[in-house]
């Protein structure tokens, strides 16, 4: 299993294991048990999430140096998916505690966030990868980052100055 299947098991078992020693049904599980499956559980989710951000940390710093971009583009798509993926399971869990709630809910927006971004730069790496796909373009654009940097580029003070530059 997963560090992510392992996670979803162990809160499916602690609210299993919760609901029996409410009911008083089901195997004996003391306080104590509970408390610790508690902790154990908290610290899984936390590192579980150190997990999923060192992920897309990783991801952003190996397709900044590919040498194509629609293999970036693929590799932010998988893990947009992954997240989204991720991020459905976790959605769909039940209310356990309202401490380990906080923390799968802190979980849920990391995720979000996470397929969020994924899904920009994947969007960034497809368009770049589109507008380089012909040889016009891709002048254009490498003329268009040279005047970037060489400051040339005409600035304007409002989006209405804009829009009349573009019209004249």
Do not use: C
């Amino acid at each position: 299993m997963t560090a992510f299947e392992d996670t979803i098991e162990d809160i499916k078992q602690l609210s299993r294991d919760w609901a029996n020693a409410e009911r008083g049904t089901g195997r004996t599980v003391s306080l104590e048990d509970v408390v610790r499956s508690l902790n154990a559980l908290r610290e899984r989710i936390q590192t579980f999430r150190q997990y999923v951000v060192s992920l897309y940390n990783a991801a952003d710093l190996l397709t900044a140096s590919f040498k194509s971009l629609q293999l970036a583009a693929t590799a932010w798509e998988s893990l947009r998916n992954d997240y989204a993926l991720v991020s459905a399971r976790f959605e769909k869990l039940p209310k356990i505690e309202p401490g380990i709630d906080e923390v799968i809910d802190d979980l849920r927006r990391v995720l979000r966030d996470l397929e969020a971004k994924s899904d920009q730069e994947y969007r960034a790496y497809r368009e770049t990868g589109h507008l380089l796909s012909s040889p016009a373009n891709a002048r254009e654009l490498q003329e268009s980052i040279k005047e970037a940097r060489e400051g040339r580029l005409e600035t304007f003070a409002t989006v209405e100055d804009f829009k009349k530059s573009l019209r004249g």
